[in-house]
């Protein structure tokens, strides 16, 4: 959709649009999005700098869409700082109240994308993130069935952490499944007081 001062181009078939919310204009964006919770940097033992957190997407569509790709960007310089492919969403992909990804949203679905992104040094963190989306829409119209949205922005939220110790003394401990990926653990959203509440 165009502005009413700024008339449509046409597209041929299979042409990508790129819509964004807050350009100012009436964009047509088939999956909306949030971000449940700032992101809160924090280091790794991998001496590395992590941000985990999730995208809450809805399709508000009466047809399937797909995310064909997904790209985390410091929204101050729109640079990607974490890219996914469709593969790779579609492993994050989980549908509310569901343990199991799935590779699209059903018509109406929200799903949570779980997305975890490092960086080598604290300073390299944004300040603000915004997620582009490369999505394939069925309900849209023909032309513009693939299109890009900028959805989902959220500032970093810079509060110290607290360093968590191992509980016990002596060797041979391991602390697994406790982080960023580990399926089991970081994706347990519980609907809890009428929110979503996650590990």
């Known amino acids: 959709m165009a502005s009413d001062d700024e008339p449509a181009g046409d597209l041929s078939e299979g042409e990508s649009v790129t819509t964004s919310p807050n350009n100012g204009a009436q964009d047509f964006t088939p999956l909306i999005a949030e971000v449940l919770y700032a992101p809160i940097p924090f280091p790794g033992s991998d001496g590395r700098t992590h941000l985990v957190y999730e995208l809450k997407t809805t399709n508000f569509t009466s047809g399937r ?33 569901s343990r199991e990804s799935v590779d699209s949203l059903e018509p109406a679905m929200t799903a ?30 023909p032309d513009q069935q693939r299109l890009t949205e900028t ?49």
């Open 65 to 97: 869409v797909t995310i064909e790709g997904l790209e985390i960007v410091d929204a101050d310089t729109g640079e990607a700082v974490h890219v996914l492919d469709a593969e790779e969403v579609a492993g994050r992909l989980q549908p509310a109240g």
């Open 151 to 199: 959805i989902g922005e959220t500032k970093v939220d810079r509060r110290d952490v607290i360093t968590v110790g191992p509980p016990l003394r002596g060797s041979n401990y391991v602390a697994a499944d406790s982080c960023c990926d580990a399926v089991r653990h970081t994706q347990a959203a519980l609907p809890i007081n009428g929110q979503i509440w996650l590990a």
């Open 112 to 141: 949570l994308v779980f997305l975890h992104v490092t960086v080598d040094e604290p300073s390299d963190v944004p300040d603000r993130l915004t997620h582009r989306l490369s999505v394939r829409a069925e309900a849209a119209p």
